[in-house]
Structures are given as C-alpha cells and as structure tokens.
C-alpha cells in the first residue's frame, strides 16, 4: 500500500548568516520573507521562512556565525543537485541581466526542449535554476498531464527529448478530450 503525497509541501535548506539568507532569497530571487521563528529542534539557529510564489514554503536554517564549507554542494549520491523555480517567460528573458548587474555567474539560457533554464548558485554553492516552459498546458490540464502525453509522442517518434512538436501534439489531443463539440469532423 502506498502513501499517497498532495504536494510538496516545503523545502528546508541550511544557510549561514540571517542577512545574507534574506538578501539572496528576497533580495535576489523576489520570495517574501514571511516570517521567523527559532528552529525548534536546534533553539540556536533561527528559522526564516519565504513564499517561492506559490504559497508554499522555502525555509532556511540560520546559524550566526556559520560559514560555508563548500563552493558548491556535493554530488554524492542522497545529496541535492539543484532547486528550481518556476518563471515566467517574461521574467525569464530578463534573468540573465539582473543577475550580472549583482554580479552573480551563471550560465547564460539552455534550451530544454519543453523549456528554457539558466542557472546559478546561491551564496553556500546551492545550484538554482530558473526555468520558463515553453506552453501552457489546455484548460483543466496540468504542466504534468502534456509532458507525460508529449513523452509519448516522443518516444513513438524515435527522438532523444521532448520536443515543440511533442507539445503541440500533447496540447491538442488534451484540448480535443477536455472540449465537447456536436460537430464530427
């Protein structure tokens, strides 16, 4: 029997100062700082508490004092490779420019085929990406629901990813069952 999950509900990350915890995931990537409250597991750290914009959570563990131990976060299997976050393509195109003008590297656009990325680190070597998907799904599907479909489409096509051609596939055959037309052709 399994255990059937609803969401992800938040993600806690280890950080070190407070200010530069709120600088980056405020200052840089825009999440309101909603709130503090000591780790109640570890009274010595504080607790910071942000929205990623969708109304759950992204928590930081702070310990004054505390520094960083890696230029970025180890590859070892258990370990995080990365977070990413949802944009939007507007917001997207203009990653690249907002993050030289605080002179933060990155690298610059990637095609994905069902999106676009750039990535980044945070202060403590945490791999960000800031990814844009290239549709939006019909009324009443998911983002999951037309790359699961497009998967499909790929896979009966012969090619190595999901490609435009998948989407656009995917997208109207979820249109064609979710809308009801009298008409036969």
């Given amino acids: 029997m399994t255990i ?15 200010a530069e915890t709120i600088d980056f995931w405020e ?20 607790h910071l508490y ?5 109304g759950r959570l992204i928590t930081i563990f702070c310990h ?6 890696h230029d970025k976060t180890p590859r070892d299997p258990g370990c995080v490779h990365h977070i990413a976050f949802a944009v939007s393509n507007a917001t997207f195109r203009q990653i690249p420019e ?23 680190r945070d202060p403590l070597g945490l791999l960000i990406e800031l990814a844009s998907y290239r549709f939006e799904p019909p009324t009443g599907a998911s983002h999951a629901e037309v ?13 190595s990813h999901i490609e435009p ?3 656009a596939d995917a997208t109207e055959a979820l249109s064609r069952r979710r809308n009801l037309s009298l008409s036969d052709d």
């Fill in 147 to 159: 790359l699961h479909m497009a998967h499909r489409r790929r896979v009966e096509r012969g090619a």
């Fill in 64 to 69: 004054e004092g505390a520094e960083a131990v």
């Fill in 98 to 120: 907002r993050l030289d003008a605080r002179g933060i590297k990155h690298s610059g656009p990637k095609d994905r085929g069902f999106m676009d990325s750039i990535y980044f």
């Fill in 165 to 167: 051609l998948d989407l």
């Fill in 27 to 46: 200052g840089v990537l825009g999440m309101p700082f909603l709130f503090e409250q000591p780790n109640l597991d570890a009274p010595e750290e504080a």
């Fill in 50 to 54: 942000f929205d990623p914009g969708d």
């Fill in 4 to 18: 059937q999950v609803q969401g992800l509900h938040h993600i806690t990350l280890v950080g070190a100062s407070r």
